[in-house]
């Protein structure tokens, strides 16, 4: 029998074409859902990952007394309004979700309800008491398995305690779980992340700020942050905005100083939000004018634009 493989030549066809759609983001659909849920109204989430993580927080979230429901490719959420969960009926079964149960804990850790969370054997398996740790600490009170393993039945607390946490190790789950508790707990929340964490991608942060939570990334040493959730009634000030949006603040106003002092800062302050405002303006009109896709610049087209810009004011 001869075992040898024959030889093949290949030879090039053309490009591969066509168009494809890249499925949603699990981290951030599982907490647009929950957002959703505390938000007061209808949010509406396109690109959503149905999976069946993502499912088993949407089941959750419904036990809840959140309404959640897809029509078409788009999902609606009918939110209760923070502190406004109700009491499942019945266990949430978390399925293999780890995100989920961990996050759903946050939640539930500063209403005034009881939840039991149970899993497959995979996840009764795995120990929730990194996330265990600082939610008992701001209140919640924690039955279950040995080294916390589900089936684990919590209840939260009302008002849960507020809390500065310093992350042990790195992780997203317990940073969120921790900024989750903090949006019904009176008071400011802050959890202090490792250096590691940094670089982390910012997606889930930024859809909390974008639904009105506050939420406020503020650097202290070298590679630390703190994120901080102030309640609704706070607003943020110039110098909070300005470092969401990692933009570099001139400076503050200090009590301490000159009138002369004073009078420059506010002053220095005032240009300086003047040029930005300036630049940001002139570049949304070169993109909005000559066509340049934010998301997918042309630089080419983008430098045209800009040439032709700035020559006509020169």
Do not use: C
């Amino acid at each position: 029998m001869n075992t040898q493989a024959a030889p093949h030549r290949f030879a090039p066809k053309g490009p591969l074409t066509g168009r494809i759609r890249v499925p949603g983001d699990k981290s951030i659909s599982h907490r647009a859902i929950m957002l959703g849920a505390l938000a007061i109204g209808e949010t509406r989430v396109t690109g959503l990952l149905e999976g069946e993580d993502v499912l088993a927080t949407a089941a959750a979230m419904r036990a809840m007394g959140a309404r959640v429901e897809k029509t078409g490719d788009e999902w609606r959420i009918h939110g209760v309004g923070v502190g406004g969960l109700l009491q499942p009926d019945a266990a949430l079964d978390m399925g293999n979700s780890g995100t989920s149960t961990r996050l759903l804990m946050g939640l539930v850790a500063s209403h005034g309800i009881t939840a039991t969370f149970t899993g497959d054997a995979s996840l009764s398996k795995r120990p929730m008491g990194r996330v265990i740790e600082p939610l008992s600490k701001m209140g919640a009170q924690f039955h279950g398995g040995p080294n916390g393993t589900l089936p684990l039945t919590m209840e939260g607390a009302h008002p849960a305690v507020p809390i500065q946490y310093r992350l042990p190790v790195a992780s997203a789950q317990v940073k969120s779980a921790v900024l989750l508790a903090g949006l019904n707990t009176p008071g400011i929340t802050t959890v202090i992340e490792p250096p590691k964490m940094a670089v982390t991608p910012a997606g889930p942060n930024r859809l909390v700020l974008f639904l009105g939570a506050g939420l406020m990334a503020l650097g202290a040493g070298v590679g630390t942050a703190f994120m901080r959730i102030q309640m609704a009634d706070n607003m943020p000030t110039i110098s909070h905005l300005k470092s969401s949006f990692d933009l570099p603040v001139l400076g503050g106003i200090s009590m301490i100083g000159t009138a002369g002092q004073k009078t420059r800062t506010v002053l220095g302050n005032l240009v300086y939000l003047a040029v930005v405002a300036g630049l940001i303006t002139l570049f949304a009109w070169i993109t909005y004018r000559y066509h340049v896709t934010l998301w997918r610049p042309d630089v080419t087209g983008l430098i045209e634009g800009a040439t032709k810009t700035f020559g006509a004011l020169i």
